[in-house]
């Protein structure tokens, strides 16, 4: 049985910063497919903000480059993100998860929709 369990989320200033944690259990990370943080604000369809492959290759989306990193710790079979320079409109449900199927790099919000795994979410909120 697969499981995603995100932890770190809350409530920070403009500017603040946050690491949230995804711990995955059952997952077996096969060579092409993908991990990745997603987040959903209310009102808006929910959108990829970072993944990383099993080869380690990580993408982060426009809007968060240069604030987000994407990590993973094998080891310790745990996802991470580490957002920093927070902004206002980070404030949402951020949501991790791990694709069923090979993603192309770029496309793991595809992949995980074709068949993925997904964690409850943690909420975000961001003050100005």
């Known amino acids: 049985q697969v499981q995603l369990v995100e932890s770190g989320g809350g409530s920070v200033q403009a500017g603040g910063s946050l690491r949230l944690s995804c711990a995955v259990s059952g997952y077996i990370y096969r060579r092409g497919s993908c991990m990745g943080w997603f987040r959903q604000a209310p009102g808006k369809e929910r959108e990829e903000v970072a993944s990383i492959y099993s080869d380690g290759y990580a993408s982060h989306a426009d809007s968060v480059k240069g604030r987000f990193t994407i990590s993973q710790d094998n080891a310790t079979n745990t996802l991470y993100l580490q957002m920093n320079s927070l902004k206002p409109e980070d404030a949402a449900m951020y949501y991790c998860?791990?694709?069923?199927?090979?993603?192309?790099?770029?496309?793991?919000?595809?992949?995980?929709?074709?068949?993925?795994?997904w964690g409850q979410g943690t909420q975000v909120t961001v003050s100005s």
């Open positions: 998860a791990a694709s069923r199927v090979i993603s192309v790099r770029g496309y793991c919000y595809t992949a995980v929709r074709i068949s993925g795994y």
